[in-house]
């Protein structure tokens, strides 16, 4: 079994509705996000999938993201805009977009070097 992974970034507003604290008010990060595919067939190259067609894809779906109001875009404007539930849409997102034999095992969105939070089905 082969494993990638790749790291992309985004920035944007949110806040966390119900919390009690500081984080209750509209503030932004600059969020890292990191996915992991895995899969045991290699393309002709010698590839599970192009690192560039992978970051590719997944910046297909953070631009729906990148310098917004989290809580504005939907299911944000139902739902809280954790790292938790972000890991969990991205991972929603970019799973429909890869190639057959490649499989989407983790995301992990960090709201800080030392804060992050993943998410696997």
């Keep these: 079994m082969f494993s990638l992974k790749v790291t992309e970034s985004f920035s944007a507003g949110h806040q966390l509705k119900g919390y009690r604290g500081k984080c209750e008010a509209v503030h932004g990060h600059n969020f890292k ?3 992991m595919v895995e899969g045991d067939q290699l393309d002709k190259c ?3 999938i192009d690192f560039k067609l992978l970051k590719k894809l997944l910046d297909g779906v953070l631009d729906k993201l990148d310098h917004t109001l989290l809580n504005k875009v939907p299911p944000f404007n139902k ?3 954790s790292a938790e539930n972000l890991a969990k849409y991205i ?3 970019l799973e429909k977009k890869l190639p057959a034999g ?3 095992v983790e ?3 960090w ?3 030392s804060a992050g939070a993943s998410y696997r089905p």
Excluded: W
């Design 33 to 35: 996000v990191e996915v």
């Design 46 to 48: 010698g590839l599970l």
């Design 79 to 81: 739902i809280n805009p």
């Design 91 to 93: 991972f929603e997102k």
């Design 102 to 104: 490649v499989e989407l």
């Design 107 to 109: 995301t992990c969105v």
């Design 111 to 113: 709201e800080s070097e």
